[in-house]
């Protein structure tokens, strides 16, 4: 494990959202699912980092958390690869496989040397529940550490809304209702309702309908408005692609200024109409300046 690189990545991390908040956030929506694991520890990274600043965390702290969600899953390195990427329900016997990555993780960073012991600890523990039913060691939630909580919730949420080998993508609407359901049983409580508030209604890069029936792309979050973030609309009524993108600035709907034919009616998972966020944010269509 090359250490220096994985603390250099963790400090772009933080400096960006330190900048800009939603910036790598751009970055848990563009996945490629052949890269699944590796893109996974890179986007919990960025989530992680991003809850932290939101719980106020100082910034030492911010390095530590990106390093522990940047390695949490290291040990599916010694997961074999057709268990790992079985499209269909694991055996018995592959599942034991699979929760051995938790013990796997623990082993390799231990054996790594110089790494941060609460990055071990993650690694070992981001499956414990505070109910007491997770693996592997069946922790109750007092005895699970606060980071290790906080990648629960944040490696739920990735895995959740990325597209994997046995199941397609949930939108963010969707995955947030699961962690808020599963409060004080799979997750802690109070980081979860903390995590719906860090990632809000509609976070950047979620495809959503309008009332009007028109298709946008949430480019930045409101902090004064969650419900009404801004849309860089793509499609028209009638789902036909616009000639150019249309930026929209929803919090506009609450003093009159824009028609409430612009308020949000439902969330798309990625690849709806036939909108792929990597296509547009390469052609650098989905950039907001601030108007």
């Not at 390093?67 to 790992?84: I, S």
């Not at 939108?171 to 719906?196: C, H």
């Not at 495809?207 to 480019?219: A, C, D, M, T």
């Not at 028209?236 to 034919?261: R, V």
Request: hydrophobic share 35%; glycine share 8%.
């Amino acid at each position: 494990i090359n250490t220096d690189a994985a603390k250099a990545t963790v400090n772009e991390c933080v400096q960006s959202v330190i900048r800009h908040p939603d910036a790598l956030m751009w970055m848990t929506r563009l996945r490629n699912e052949s890269e699944y694991t590796a893109e996974h520890c890179l986007n919990v990274c960025i989530l992680a980092v991003a809850f932290g600043r939101h719980l106020g965390l100082t910034e030492e702290e911010l390095q530590q958390i990106g390093l522990c969600g940047l390695l949490h899953d290291v040990g599916k390195m010694r997961v074999p690869p057709q268990v790992l990427n079985k499209p269909e329900r694991l055996t018995p016997k592959e599942m034991r496989m699979m929760m051995a990555h938790t013990i796997h993780g623990r082993n390799l960073l231990l054996s790594a040397g110089n790494i941060y012991t609460g990055a071990i600890d993650v690694a070992y523990s981001h499956h414990e529940r505070v109910d007491g039913t997770g693996y592997p060691r069946k922790l109750p939630g007092e005895g699970i550490s606060l980071f290790s909580k906080i990648i629960a919730i944040v490696d739920a949420y990735d895995a959740m809304t990325a597209d994997r080998c046995y199941q397609r993508a949930r939108t963010s609407t969707d995955a947030l209702k699961v962690i808020y359901q599963e409060r004080g049983k799979q997750f802690d409580e109070k980081l979860a309702l903390a995590f719906l508030e860090t990632v809000g209604l509609y976070p950047p890069g979620s495809i959503v309908e309008l009332v009007s029936g028109q298709i946008g792309i949430v480019i930045e979050a409101s902090q004064k408005y969650r419900h009404l973030p801004c849309v860089s609309v793509i499609l028209n009524a009638s789902h036909k692609h616009l000639e150019k993108p249309e930026m929209h600035n929803l919090s506009l709907i609450e003093t009159e200024e824009l028609s409430k034919d612009y308020l949000i009616r439902r969330v798309h998972p990625d690849g709806s109409f036939g909108i792929s966020l990597r296509d547009f944010q390469e052609q650098g269509l989905l950039k907001y300046t601030g108007s």
